[in-house]
RNA sequence: GCCGCCGUAGCUCAGGGGUAGAGCGCACCAUUGGUAAUGGCGAGGUCGGAGGUUCGAUUCCUCCCGGCGGCACCA
């Protein structure tokens, strides 16, 4: 007895195939099934079903994300059977479904080019014509481990070896070629389609692990058909328009060059909204009960040996010999350096908490290849504080903080926010004991603030747990932003105290927190968030006034008076080009409204308002466009 | 750091063993115009750097630097 899922039912005598069932409801659902699932699990369509299920059949039209998985999983299978056809000399590993497509890793002396990927792509059409048919058997684990041994698949062979013994080995077949996998699969190869592309050639380590040796892979992508392939090329070069490199140089925000690789070097435009940031950011965390503080770039060894990250961090800091034979470190991070603010003096319990935070300019040593824009430099500034408090007031502290996170992040335009609780990593300091103690405030104070979280286990600090904030953006992506971290131990390292209510020496907690990150970063993110057109608080230039002849020159001269008075950021435009003209570089330049101003609004007293990706102006009176847009350009901290 | 690709004008890119080209931008001239490109004219390049092969290298080879995409890394 079969369940479909419309409910209706049908009566099978013996086990049956799904291919059987679908050919059974009809023959158009015979030809277009891919695979099926039996009670929820998706399964070949050659596989037989023995007992009492429900079933549901695949086919392009189900549900997208297993449709995907099964077209890409096949693509890779395809795409390394045309490469082992034709580069005989190569091994093949591993080849997974991913987000948007699949990838193979290889492994061959030779590279893979660019040329190499048509070359495979017109043979992967080939296997797709050919319309093999894909069987699975089930192998002994000794025979299957001989015949790749033989065959010359050394990490296939290997990789049966790590399997548990109870797993069954699972063989999928393609015309010649034949490779390890668990499946499913569709049932030919023609299946497929020729809605795919490949990509991307790169390295890729051996089970991930950079010990190990270095792999090729392949990446490409795959879709149900032309027009959704065709979508996703498009999307992808709508993402690049908003890349904040390329943002970054069109609208004069910063640039980077060989002789600073990792550091930024700010515009004029760029450090305008970076200083918007700064000083919104300080407001609020003024209001928020922090003070600020400066520490220095350049502090001996010794400090950092004191603090662990001498032997934690080492490799990521830049360091300097003085002609006094000292070594000066260029700090990776303020923590040690506010502690030494903390202990100028005695300090009570009855001053804690005290929230010092600081514009903190810090550089790491990044590797090469992990630098990308704004994203990831070598020279950044956080947006750093540490609370010093004691043990009972984690959890309002805590609490406190998201508040002022998500506050924060809403006003920057970001409404999406997930939050992720890491515990304790291998490597770290301080005991089990404190660790459990720090986890358990971490989460009680966590569960207090009302967030839902998921769990990150192995990815705290390695002086406490931590709670990552992550935000998505406008076209979906997430980012790692905010953290909050208990710390237990530097306190103790760095010999911390305060005097209690009983006259004695207790070590204070420190919650080392973040909200934006870095400031560059977070630029970064901001740029692309927005893709270049930013809200009138941050955008660099605010309004553009434009004549539309030297006539109103005079005119345009004191509107731009007035607004720059009531300080807002402007550019006059008096050349003598036409309006069309003007209009279309403000607004490729992405400045949010655009000030007409001709012989008729002179006459009037008057302003033609055009806002960026709008087509429609209105005419307002100068003082009533004056106070609507102050309104606007507000900081969201002033309003 | 590793693998692959790339480096030619401010930007985007073409070219290719005989010292370079387009579009946009920029400068200048004309044009004073009503909401996303007015027309003309001109300047601008040690072809990323250093070696090598060659009569001759921007072009071919080697090394270095940097960029891009991944991988690894990301307190």
Not at 27 to 50: E, F, M
Not at 488 to 508: M, Q, T, W
Not at 552 to 576: C, M, Q, S
């Amino acid at each position: 007895m079969i369940t479909l899922p419309d409910g209706s039912k049908r009566n099978f005598s013996g086990p049956v195939t799904g291919f059987e069932i679908a050919a059974d409801i009809g023959p158009g659902l015979a030809k277009a099934a891919l695979a099926y699932k039996i009670d929820g699990s998706l399964t070949d369509l050659a596989a037989q079903v023995i007992k009492n299920a429900s079933i549901e059949i695949i086919t392009l039209k189900s549900d997208d994300d297993t449709v995907y998985d099964l077209l890409r999983h096949d693509a890779a299978h395809v795409m390394a059977e045309a490469v082992q056809e034709l580069y005989p000399d190569t091994q093949i590993t591993f080849g997974p479904a991913i987000e948007n497509g699949f990838y193979y890793d290889f492994v061959r002396d030779e590279p893979f080019n660019p040329d190499d990927l048509k070359k495979i792509e017109a043979r992967m059409k080939e296997i797709v014509e050919r319309n093999e048919t894909i069987t699975r058997d089930v192998w002994e684990r000794d025979k299957a481990i001989e015949f790749f041994e033989k065959s010359g698949e050394k990490y296939k062979a290997e990789h049966i070896q790590t399997l548990e013994s109870n797993v069954e080995i699972s063989v999928y077949r393609q015309g010649n070629w034949l490779d390890l996998c668990t499946g499913p699969h569709l049932p030919s190869t023609g299946k497929l389609g020729t809605a795919f592309k490949l990509m991307k050639v790169s390295g890729a380590y051996w089970r991930g692990d950079a010990r190990n040796q270095q792999l090729q892979r392949i990446y490409g992508t795959a879709w149900r058909n032309k027009k959704e392939l065709d979508f996703y090329i498009t999307q992808l070069e709508e993402a690049e328009k908003r890349d904040h490199r390329r943002l970054g140089r069109e609208m004069g925000l910063f640039h980077i060059q060989e002789e600073a690789v990792g550091s930024v070097f700010w515009h004029e435009k760029g450090w305008t909204l970076y200083r918007v940031c700064e000083e919104y950011m300080r407001n609020r965390l003024t209001k928020a009960g922090y003070f600020e503080v400066k520490t220095p770039q350049l502090v001996d060894r010794g400090l950092w040996e004191k603090s662990g990250h001498w032997e934690k961090f080492r490799e990521n800091m830049f360091t300097i010999n003085d002609d006094d034979d000292r070594v000066l470190a260029v700090k990776p991070m303020n923590c040690p350096c506010h502690v030494q603010i903390y202990k100028q003096g005695t300090t009570s319990y009855r001053d804690l908490p005290l929230r010092m935070a600081e514009f903190g300019s810090c550089h790491r040593y990044e590797p090469s290849g992990a630098l990308h824009g704004l994203m990831r430099v070598r020279a950044f500034t956080q947006d750093d504080a540490h609370i010093f408090c004691t043990e009972d007031q984690i959890v309002t502290e805590t609490k406190a903080f998201c508040d002022l996170l998500s506050s924060i992040y809403n006003d920057f335009g970001f409404k999406d926010v997930k939050v992720k609780f890491a515990d304790r990593p291998e490597v770290r300091a301080g005991d089990d004991a404190t660790w459990d103690r720090a986890e358990r405030a971490l989460i009680d104070a966590t569960d207090a603030a009302g967030l839902d979280y998921t769990h990150n286990p192995g990815e705290g600090a390695f002086y406490g747990p931590k709670l990552e904030f992550v935000l998505r953006d406008t076209i979906g992506r997430d980012w790692q932003c905010g953290t909050l971290q208990v710390d237990f131990v530097l306190p103790e390292r760095l010999d911390a105290s305060y005097i209690g209510e009983d006259g004695n020496k207790h070590r204070p907690v420190m919650l080392h927190r973040a909200i934006l990150g870095s400031f560059e970063r977070f630029l970064g993110i901001l740029i692309e968030h927005y893709a270049g057109r930013f809200p009138m608080w941050l955008a660099p230039v605010q309004i553009a006034i434009a004549t539309i002849t030297n006539d109103a020159d005079l005119y345009a001269e004191k509107v731009a008076n007035e607004f720059t008075k009531a300080g807002l950021r402007i550019v006059t435009d008096l050349r003598n080009v036409k309006i069309n003209y003007k209009v279309r570089e403000h607004s490729l330049d992405h400045i949010p409204v655009i000030l007409v101003v001709g012989r008729r609004e002179s006459d009037e007293n008057t302003v033609a308002l055009r806002r960026l990706g709008s087509k429609n102006q209105e005419v307002l009176a100068l003082d009533d466009a004056l106070s609507q847009l102050i309104e606007e350009a507000k900081r969201p901290d002033n309003k």
